[in-house]
RNA sequence: GCCGAAGUGGCGGAAUGGUAGACGCGCCGGUCUCAAAAACCGGUGGGGGCAACCCCAUGUCGGUUCGACUCCGACCUUCGGCACCA
């Protein structure tokens, strides 16, 4: 890729010169996008007696600048959109900004900006990038996160989270990013860096606010309601949450006469329990100081401090040697009286199950190498088929028969389980128990630029929420944005200082503010009422427009945005603030357009498309036409300056179509057959773009387009047609065009003489007769490859195709002197002659 | 390492188990022009043949089938996701 970035640009204008306009659409976008704004012509009503259809797009970010990225997301989506109103649904389409987050704070600091002003000037330069789009927003739902308005809901849900004991605060330790000085989520940290800048992540004991999305680990994993979900999200989320069943099984401790009397461990393979010898402990787990040996505590101390230092990416890595200190002491396994050492090791994890693990050496990869390096028994209990006895060389992972096992010898291990389990809970040792990789929600963000979480902290009355009606918590515009590693907000005095809502006394607001994903769990629900001032949502409304009938976005957000906006409808549902359990009926999600050498686009690589200087140029229809023509919407793919050419050249010869005078094919003679196979096409045609768009598989459907416009020029050139085909193949043709590019549809249909605008027509129907072919061409096979090809009619008995295809003597060339043994016939598609 | 998706002309891509390469880009030839661009018309997977035609070809190797880009198995490559979760 040449570095050049200047004369590149330079470059690709004159490339697309190539082609000649006839017309000029640039003047069209405006034209046409000024008067369908003046006309309300994208107001929603929600009293239309037409069913609804939401269609969600994921809103932006605003950064400042609408790339190629945003057209790729957005002109299809909205190309769907149109689709659907033309089928006469009351179509809502909104748009609005994700407006919270860091950026803002940076540009602040490093550029002493301040983020409202930051955030509130982008937005307003990306409304006009995102109109001219034509897509079908109606901006008077536009919602912006940033502004107390929509704010104060976040807030309001938030008490009503923590009413439900669904919110709450905790010590924990959290994920950190040093750079950000920040809280991550789990999901913010990407494999051991900061989702944002990359920095390698550590951990900190702090005390944050969650919220419990743990407690419906197991509604979110029912995807029932979900059948139109791309099988890769609900793959992914299913992972994600990580549902295990085993047991929790305790140790016995009480030798060491600690109040504690013994430690829970964690296992899906209880059927290994006689194969324990040794127990691991979390580094962080409260019974290390407790039960450390004053001979081991030099070790252990520094095991710890080493473990908090080491960054969670080498700490994390498969790849890191398990490594652990013995604390001196013991613990007994209560099924065969055995005592067994106990370790701390940074392989065992505080946030998983009990923060302690039984030691299986024999049936745990992790445990085989532990037990190898500390030099501790392996002890095989479940033996694998055909064992002889003999040493392993690594953990066997596999079924068998239990052995070395007491009572339970010889049973499968499968029954071995259950016959464990049974026996622990009868002795009140522990318990069948599932855990999950999924954490809570860790909804603090120790930034400025975000929600203020609604709390206050009374030395007499602890924990307080703010009463609703103080709503909204307003941030304050003069905070010092410095990154302290605790929340800005903290050190703003007028901010911080406040009084308890219930003694009256001095008290403290919480500083931090909220992750921006609260913003984005609920916000479909604002875009049916932005302006509802007596709740988030206007109820009835939302009863209405709910749930989402299509969402598109991008798979990135799968375990993020998805999973915490299924999370949040069913809390709302279960508070009765709405009747439905999924915010999204359909997802789709589109791919990555990519810059013209393959590579995702970036500013470094300098190979970023400007979409404005595009648009500027060929006009706003080019752009949504070759976004959608280059590929599978799906699949992604590259950007093509050249490319963009052909659907140029297409829309030109469009508009020379409609441009001409039907009348003048009356002065020759009209072929009835040429009438037919027009109007057949013609039906085909709409048929595959009903099918296609209904699928988003808008290359088709646009390709199929070519092909009418590439007959309706052949048989203008014939001249075989008569005006009144003619005319109605052009006027159809123009309303399936009209969702794809909006712009030249709408000038060309007010050209051809019709009043109102044609995105309030139907879209076309067909019927399948007129679609049906008269005449295929038959492929005749000998044996599977093709020798042949006929024309028949498309009804043709199996009799009389094999007759004919026998008769072939292309055929007859390839069965001489060869016993026919049987035809296979395809009807309407093939014959195939089987011979020998 | 595990899970998932995808590999088709020079390029983007099309094909309910039934004509592989629709549509478009690019390229080649022609028309128009003093010339070029644009536009329009025609051609365009590889090999062989004067030709009619024939052979080969959808990442690789096998399999199922009358017939496989499509279904099954193994492998290779690319791209996503997860990655000590006991």
């Given at each position: 890729m040449a570095s050049c970035g200047q004369s590149e640009v330079t470059g690709m204008a004159t490339i697309h010169r190539h082609v000649e306009l006839r017309y000029d659409p640039v003047a069209l976008d405006k034209k046409w996008q000024e008067r369908w704004e003046r006309d309300g012509h994208h107001r929603v009503s929600d009293d239309d007696p037409r069913p609804k259809w939401y269609e969600l797009v994921m809103y932006p970010y605003p950064s400042g600048d609408l790339h190629i990225g945003h057209w790729y997301h957005y002109a299809p989506a909205d190309c769907h959109a149109r689709f659907k109103r033309m089928q006469g649904y009351n179509v809502l389409h909104p748009m609005g900004f994700d407006a919270f987050g860091l950026p803002a704070e940076n540009a602040a600091i490093s550029r002493g900006i301040h983020p409202q002003t930051w955030t509130m000037s982008n937005i307003e330069y990306m409304r006009g990038q995102l109109r001219s789009i034509g897509a079908i927003y109606d901006w008077d739902r536009e919602i912006v996160t940033c502004l107390p308005e929509y704010y104060r809901w976040n807030q309001w849900l938030f008490l009503k989270l923590y009413q439900q004991g669904l919110a709450y605060r905790a010590k924990a330790p959290v994920v950190w990013c040093p750079s950000c000085n920040t809280v991550l989520a789990n999901e913010q940290a990407v494999n051991g860096n900061c989702e944002r800048c990359d920095t390698p992540i550590t951990r900190r004991d702090l005390e944050q606010w969650f919220l419990r999305i743990t407690d419906y680990a197991d509604r979110l994993l029912d995807f029932n309601n979900l059948t139109d979900w791309p099988q890769n999200i609900l793959t992914m989320q299913h992972n994600w949450i990580g549902r295990s069943e085993g047991v929790e099984i305790s140790f016995d401790i009480s030798s060491h006469g600690l109040e504690v009397k013994e430690i829970s461990t964690f296992t899906?393979?209880?059927?290994?329990?006689?194969?324990?010898?040794f127990l691991v402990l979390a580094p962080e787990h409260p019974l290390v100081p407790l039960l450390t040996t004053g001979e081991q505590s030099g070790q252990v101390e520094a095991y710890i401090a080493k473990a908090r230092q080491t960054s969670d990416i080498d700490r994390l890595s498969t790849e890191t040697e398990k490594t652990g200190v013995f604390l001196g002491a013991y613990a007994v396994n209560?099924?065969?009286g055995e005592r067994l050492p106990i370790f701390i090791g940074d392989y065992v994890l505080i946030t998983y199950g009990t923060g302690a693990v039984m030691g299986v050496p024999a049936h745990d990869s992790r445990d085989f190498v532990f037990a190898q390096k500390y030099r501790l028994p392996v002890r095989i209990v479940v033996a694998p088929i055909s064992w002889d006895g003999s040493e392993l060389a690594e953990a066997y992972l596999g079924d068998g028969f239990m052995t070395n096992s007491g009572p339970y010898e010889g049973m499968t291990n499968e029954e071995g389980k259950e016959a464990i389990a049974d026996d622990i809970e009868k002795n009140a040792w522990g318990k069948r128990a599932v855990s999950y990789r999924l954490r809570d929600w860790l909804i603090s963000r120790q930034r400025y630029w975000g929600t203020p979480i609604p709390m206050i902290f009374c030395d007499h009355c602890g924990i307080v929420p703010v009463p609703e009606e103080d709503l909204p918590v307003l941030l304050p515009p003069d905070a010092e944005f410095k990154p302290t590693g605790e929340s800005p907000l903290a050190a703003h005095q007028g901010f911080l200082n406040t009084r308890c809502?219930?003694?009256?006394g001095p008290a403290r607001r919480e500083t931090d503010t909220m992750d921006t994903f609260f913003d984005s769990s609920w916000y479909m629900l604002r875009?049916?009422?932005?302006?509802?001032?007596?709740?988030?949502?206007d109820p009835g409304k939302a009863l209405e427009w709910l749930p989402v009938d299509q969402y598109t976005g991008g798979a990135e957000h799968a375990v993020m945005h998805l999973f915490y906006a299924r999370f949040f409808i069913k809390a709302l549902n279960d508070m009765g603030l709405i009747n439905f359990d999924e915010p999204f009926s359909r997802l789709f999600n589109q791919g990555v357009i990519l810059a013209e050498d393959h590579a995702r686009m970036s500013k470094s690589r300098g190979n970023v498309v400007d979409p404005d200087e595009i648009v500027g140029e060929l006009g706003a229809d080019a752009v949504r036409c070759f976004l959608m023509f280059i590929g599978p919407w799906d699949q992604g793919g590259p950007w093509s300056a050249v490319g963009i050419n052909g659907v140029s050249r297409w829309l030109n010869r469009v508009w020379d179509i409609l441009g001409r005078d039907p009348d003048d094919l009356q002065k020759h003679p009209t072929d009835p057959q040429a009438v037919r196979a027009t109007m057949r096409q013609l039906h085909q045609t709409i048929r595959k773009c009903h099918n296609d768009l209904e699928r988003f598989k808008f290359n088709t459907a646009i390709a199929a387009l070519m092909e009418l416009t590439n007959h309706l020029n052949k048989v203008w050139a014939e001249a075989a047609i008569d005006p009144a085909t003619w005319r109605e193949c052009v006027e159809k043709f123009l309303l399936l065009l009209a969702p794809i590019a909006p712009h030249i549809t709408e000038e060309l249909w007010e050209m051809s003489g019709h009043s109102g605008s044609i995105h309030r027509q139907d879209f076309p129907t067909w019927d399948d007769e007129s679609a049906a072919e008269e005449l295929i061409t038959l492929v005749v096979q000998v044996n599977g490859k093709v020798r042949d090809r006929l024309e028949v009619p498309a009804d043709i008995e199996e009799a009389a195709a094999q007759e004919l295809a026998l008769a072939s003597a292309k055929v007859k060339s390839f069965t001489e002197g060869k016993s026919v043994s049987r035809t296979i016939y395809v009807p309407g598609r093939l014959i195939n002659v089987v011979v020998e």
């Open positions: 899906t393979r209880i059927d290994t329990i006689f194969g324990v010898t209560r099924l065969n809502p219930k003694c009256a875009y049916v009422s932005p302006e509802h001032s007596d709740g988030p949502f």
